[in-house]
């Protein structure tokens, strides 16, 4: 039987935004042109080096629940993404994927419920980004965007690696373009409207895991680092996100859809401070209400609306139905907690008690979010 190297993946426990970490073990497949969860064992890893555990209780396990080949290795090896469980197999604390199943074993799957994301990023390299000056600042905001041309992008031989890797993968990725920002770029995980593709929140989230990590592993090979901070560049440039394009059965029915999102839209007004305490940390200094963004203490819908909170767009305002863009989140959010969120508040359901530590963790460590509220409070 050949032996394949597979690449257990999770996500770690760093405090505000939790990290990928990456290990390999040699495991023997009868047959390494498929592969499923089944075939890979549990493994055991230092949870005291990533945040999950103490020196005198450092023993976590990787469960293995999602395998796609790895394209950078080749045929016949895989990618394995992990949930990270203690010594007796109930789920971490940082187990976030374990929440947003929990939210759809509770009622959630019933209405169906479908994500995509939109992850903006930003390409570093010797402390600043990609093919900006050693002194002062590109030219304004303006011919970046979707621009052609050395003088306009930069790092597109790394882009066009990482898209071509998502797809050997079988990763669920549907386009790419530069952004406003020199040196930031975009990609798009989620629906592509194929037969038998699955665009259920749980396999979104976790292709977005798959994705980011190729695109930190490949920039390896160049010498190049990603980031996913909100506001990598302070001032008068865009800062990061990662909209999020949500949907369930009944917003995407012609009979129901029209009602359905009106719906949406109302229960995530109730639970916007909710939602954007967990939307990734830092947001605040990207929500200012400037640069395409709502103000993080304000709600706000609109029809084809750059500057709202959720945007409607234009062709689902027209027919009645199909999908909301929720615009608030951050590009480091953690994808599993945005499902578990947008699946409880559009589907009606109570809010993962989960999330708590979470959001009181984020109010403690944070000195802006608190205020940036008392506006929307008054």
């Known amino acids: 039987m050949p032996f394949v190297k597979a690449e257990y993946i999770w996500r770690d426990g760093t405090p505000g935004t939790q990290e990928l970490r990456s290990k390999t073990r040699i495991v023997e497949l009868a047959d390494s042109k498929t592969a499923t969860p089944d075939n890979f064992p549990l493994w055991s890893f230092d949870g005291s080096s990533t945040h999950q555990g103490t020196g005198d209780d450092s023993d976590r396990l990787l469960q293995p629940v999602s395998v796609v080949s790895d394209p950078l290795r080749g045929k016949g090896h895989f990618l394995v993404l992990c ?17 947003l199943r929990n939210v ?29 000056p050693l002194n002062g600042y590109p030219e304004p905001q303006g011919p970046y965007y979707c621009g052609v041309g050395a003088d306009k992008v930069a790092g597109r031989d790394l882009v066009e690696k990482h898209i071509d890797a998502c797809l050997e993968a079988g990763l669920l990725i549907y386009g790419i373009n530069a952004e406003v920002m020199p040196a930031q770029w975009e990609f798009q995980i989620g629906f592509r409207g194929v037969e038998g593709e699955d665009p259920g929140v749980l396999n979104m989230c ?7 990590w190729l695109l930190s592993r490949l920039g390896e090979e160049n010498d190049i680092s990603v980031s996913f901070e909100p506001k990598p560049v302070k001032g008068d440039w865009n800062g990061a996100g990662n ?15 029209s009602d359905a999102i009106k719906q949406a839209v109302e229960r995530l007004k109730e639970r916007h401070e909710l939602h954007v305490i967990l939307y990734g940390e830092g947001l605040e200094e990207r929500l200012t209400g400037e640069h395409e963004t709502c103000h993080i203490g304000e709600f706000r819908s609109g029809d084809a609306d750059r500057g709202a909170s959720i945007r409607i767009p234009a062709d689902v305002a027209k027919k009645g139905y199909g999908y909301i863009e929720d615009r608030r989140p951050a590009a480091n ?3 599993y907690i945005v ?26 460590t944070s000195s802006n ?4 509220f008392q506006g929307m409070r008054a």
């Open 83 to 99: 949930e990270v469980l203690l010594a007796n197999q109930e789920p971490h604390e940082s187990n976030t994927r374990a929440i």
């Open 104 to 132: 759809l074993d509770s009622g959630g799957a019933e209405h169906k419920p479908w994500i995509g994301f939109e992850q903006e990023y930003t390409l570093f390299q010797d402390g600043r980004p990609l093919s900006w």
């Open 206 to 212: 976790d292709h977005l895991c798959y994705a980011r």
């Open 243 to 257: 909209h999020s394009n949500f949907s369930t059965a009944e917003m995407r029915d012609p009979r129901t859809g």
């Open 333 to 335: 959010i953690d994808p």
């Open 339 to 364: 499902a578990a969120l947008l699946t409880s508040t559009v589907c009606g359901m109570d809010a993962p008690a989960e999330l708590k530590p979470f959001r009181n963790e984020r109010i403690r």
């Open 369 to 372: 979010i608190e205020s940036a």
